[in-house]
Structures are given as C-alpha cells and as structure tokens.
C-alpha cells in the first residue's frame, strides 16, 4: 500500500491567487514526521515545511501552510498568493520511527504545479 | 546556497567509465543518503550512512558502490554503468534520521551513461 499518496498530477493556479497541494498518509506509528519539500527543474530539493505528528497547531512557513488533519491523515500544503517562482514539482514526504534511527523518507508521487502570469 | 556541497553537477560517461560523485556537509549531521530520481519521479532511497556505517543498501546494483570516509563526506563510485541507470543523483543529510529530522538536500549530479 502507498505510505504518502498525492492524487494531483498537475496544478495551475493563477499569480497571486492560494493553492492546496493534497497529501495523504498511512503509517501505524505514533510518532512520525510529514515533510513538503519543492523541487524546481533545476534539480534541487528545497525544504519547505514540516509538521511533526504531536504537533497541535498546523505549521506556517511564510506563505507556506500545512493543514494537518491527524484524524484524516491528511497533510495538505497551503500556498498563498502564489508567484511565478513557484512553479515547480512539490513532494510530500513522511519520516517513521524512533528518534536515533536513521530511517528513509518515503516520498509521494509529486504534484507539478504551475502558476499563470 | 546549499548546505550540501555535491559534485559534479554534470557527468557523461561510458559505459567501461569508472567515475565518483561527490557530497559534502559541515552541519554536524550523522545521517547521509544518496538518492537516484527518474525525470517526473519521486527520489528513491540507494543508501543510508548513519554515523559513517552502511545502515541502508536497497538492494542496489554492485556497480554503485557507496563510501564514507568521514562524518562530512560521502561519495559514490560508479563502474559499468548502463545506460538506464541515466538519472539525477541527489545527496542528503539529516540530523539522525528519527522521525522529526528533516533531510537537506544538495543541488544533485544529473547523470548520463552513454
């Protein structure tokens, strides 16, 4: 079964308008991390936010927002007014386990997202 | 800039090639991985170092064969590469790898086997 399920392929959004990026997970662990991170066509993967699953407040990074519904096991990105520089590839991605392993990140399909001037 | 350091950016090589990707951190991480991603594809794990010892290897071909010389280092030799193994090979580290440390990733070395 898919740990990290991201069901848009493809984005448009307007400049200047919000976006949701959908992110859903499954994992048996109490203790687990969600990740969002963007990768431009330039190739590097750019950290954006994270959301730890104790975490009672939803996690903001400047125009970057989770909408974390534990119940739903669902980790959505927030963009707000979008910009032409967002245009790129954005990975969902969860970390399991205990503290002291070197665990892998497992990483969803991705959702190509493009912003309209 | 980035935190992670990997070189080259760029490599053709042969298929008779011996080459080496390079990676490097000096944020004090335990944890460094290297990661092989197709165009339009999420990375997929290769291998985890965790305090300089071979923790991960999924069940990757022998002609990647990864080293870590030092907690800053990690590099991967490659040799006899085919042509499907094209890619772009990205780096990462974290801070131990537990469920709350996030990976910071180097720029990538976008490969071709030719």
Redo the contacts between chains.
């Keep these: 079964a898919q740990k990290i399920t991201q069901t848009q392929p493809g984005m448009f959004v307007q400049e200047k308008e919000a976006v949701t990026l959908d992110c859903t997970y499954d994992t048996s662990d109490q203790s687990y991390g969600l990740f969002w991170y963007k990768q431009p066509s330039s190739g590097e993967m750019i950290f954006l936010i994270y959301q730890g699953s104790y975490d009672e407040q939803n996690a903001t990074e400047g125009r970057y927002s989770l909408n974390f519904q534990k119940a739903r096991k669902s980790a959505n990105l927030v963009i707000s007014a979008s910009q032409l520089g967002d245009s790129a590839m954005y990975f969902c991605a969860m970390r399991e386990g205990p503290s002291g392993s070197a665990r892998q990140l497992t990483f969803g399909s991705g959702t190509q997202l493009t912003v309209l001037p | 800039d980035?935190e992670v350091t990997q070189t080259p950016k760029h490599l053709v090589m042969g298929m008779t090639n011996k080459k080496s990707l390079k990676c490097e951190q000096h944020m004090g991480h335990r944890?460094m991985?290297w990661y092989k991603q197709k165009a339009?594809?999420?990375?997929e794990?290769m291998f985890?170092?965790?305090y300089e010892k071979l923790?991960?290897n999924e069940s990757v071909p022998s002609r990647f064969s990864p080293e870590c010389p030092n907690s800053s280092l990690l590099n991967l030799h490659l040799h006899a590469l085919q042509p499907e193994d094209s890619a772009?090979y990205?780096c990462?580290s974290?801070q131990?790898?537990?469920?709350?440390?996030?990976?910071?990733?180097?720029?990538?070395t976008?490969l071709t086997v030719v």
Excluded at chain 2, 40 to 43: A, E, G
């Design positions: 980035t944890a991985y339009k594809k999420p990375p794990l985890v170092y965790s923790s991960i772009l990205l990462a974290s131990e790898g537990g469920p709350h440390s996030k990976n910071t990733f180097g720029s990538g976008r």
